[in-house]
């Protein structure tokens, strides 16, 4: 069984300042890939970030960057000069790459994040 | 390309009613999920489809849960004998054919209380 979790329920951030969101994981497949996706309230869930876990680097995408620590099981999410619309929930994700559960997503439970301006 | 849509956005029943959810995916993708979303937490997988094969389903999915997509384009889930624990945010999401990784994009979900 894979198990996500994120430690922090809500978190806040200034506009154009930096925020980092924490998530640790579980899982006994040796092949997988992790996410961040983004609730915004009332709407869709959105992809943010993705990466696998056989890839040393840190994925990034534009303001959004990882810190991938594979045998701390640690997937971190880093949000760079931040902006009014980063404001949402944000979900940690785990998938097996391979397997009997392919693609499968366990989310962990979500962290708020609030910008001010 | 429109993104995964799904009908209908709300439904409020009543305890012990019958309901059903239509989902479409995005034009190709070949996997389809199913995942439930209670207010505050993240989404739980249910069942996922490749084409029209029900490849796994959850142990939260129980015998009053049902899915199915035929001819492997749209998938449908009807939920039996309703009861006010089946209130929730019933998610969609659809992937890609082949590659390794599996990004799954989400619709905009159904909202169902059971009154």
């Known amino acids: 069984a894979q198990t996500v979790t994120q430690s922090q329920p809500e978190m806040s951030v200034q506009e154009a300042e930096t925020v980092t969101l924490s998530c640790t994981y579980d899982t006994s497949e040796s092949d997988y890939y992790l996410f961040w996706y983004k609730q915004p309230p009332s709407r869709q869930m959105i992809l943010v970030i993705r990466q696998e876990a056989y890839k040393q680097q840190n994925a990034t995408e534009n303001r959004f960057s990882v810190n991938f620590q594979k045998a701390a099981k640690s997937f971190s999410l880093k949000i760079s000069d931040s902006q009014l619309g980063d404001a949402a929930m944000y979900f940690c994700?785990?998938?097996?790459?391979?397997?009997?559960?392919?693609?499968?997503?366990?989310f962990g439970q979500g962290t708020i994040l609030t910008v001010h301006p | 390309d429109t993104g995964v849509s799904q009908d209908p956005r709300h439904k409020i029943t009543k305890r012990g009613q019958n309901v059903t959810f239509r989902c479409d995916p995005i034009s190709e993708h070949n996997r389809l999920y199913w995942y439930r979303q209670t207010l505050g937490q993240g989404p739980e997988f249910l069942t996922y489809?490749?084409?029209?094969?029900?490849?796994?389903k959850s142990r939260l999915l129980s015998d009053r849960f049902s899915a199915e997509r035929p001819k492997g384009s749209f998938s449908t889930l009807e939920i039996q004998r309703t009861e006010q624990g089946d209130s929730a945010m019933y998610l969609c999401a659809s992937s890609p054919r082949g590659g390794r990784t599996d990004t799954q994009y989400f619709g905009p979900g159904t909202r169902l209380t059971v009154l």
């Open positions: 489809f490749q084409n029209e094969a029900q490849l796994e």
């Open positions: 994700a785990v998938g097996n790459a391979g397997g009997t559960s392919y693609g499968k997503l366990t």
